[in-house]
């Protein structure tokens, strides 16, 4: 099966975790756009859906469902998205298609985070892909300081030549090189920094779920 097969067996997988009647939570890139296609099948079960990207909400809004304003929302279900790695223990790293400010968010106010992954994302420890961490613009020289004195090599992310610029308006420094051995303490240590305002590890708030596509078909990874 090609990655992109596995990407596809996952997110039709994750339609069952999606509840009749409420609100879903959709997150952001190319397995999730799989998920949006699937979603549209039963479109008629849900009230809608609270997209974590502008891409995403022209997708679903594409689709004909419903995309509600997450002020509007006071909790759903499930939120569903991919990632760039994930280990055993549910902790990931995302933020590879700079939505992860709205992916953290949304997942906040959500009960359940449902990961779609191919397998190649299930790694033994966090760090081999560059960490994302999206920072204020008038920040990033100063962020990717501190950065580096952790033990990492920041790179401010380009498009066209330019510091891409997320659907926040800020930029996304991409850190390579770090030894994530505690994803849940770097959480909380690179969210200190002034001008941060996310960083990629989705480790205090892990998955509840993965669902992971492999050529032997989709694994359920469960976590506490
Ligand atoms: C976007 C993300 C994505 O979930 C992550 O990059 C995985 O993407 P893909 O499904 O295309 O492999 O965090 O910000």
Known sequence: MTQDELKQAVARAAIEYVVAGEIVGVGTGSTANFFIDELAKIKDRIIGAVASSDASAARLRGHGIAVLDLNQVE??????????????????????????????IVASVARKFICIADGSKLVERLGQFPLPVEVIPMAHASVSRKLAALGGEPRLRLKDGQPLLTDNGC???????????????????????????????????????????????VRRLEFA
Do not use: W
């Open 171 to 217: 930029c996304i420094l991409d850190v390579f090189g770090l030894q994530i051995e505690d994803p849940q303490a770097l959480e909380r240590e690179i969210n200190q920094i002034a001008g941060v305002v996310t960083v990629g590890l989705f480790a205090q708030q892990g998955a509840t779920v993965c669902l992971l596509g492999t050529a032997e078909g």
């Open 75 to 104: 909790s759903m279900p499930v939120y569903i998205d991919g990632a760039d790695e994930i280990t055993a223990q549910g902790a990931m790293i995302k933020g590879g298609g700079a939505a992860l400010t709205r992916e953290k």
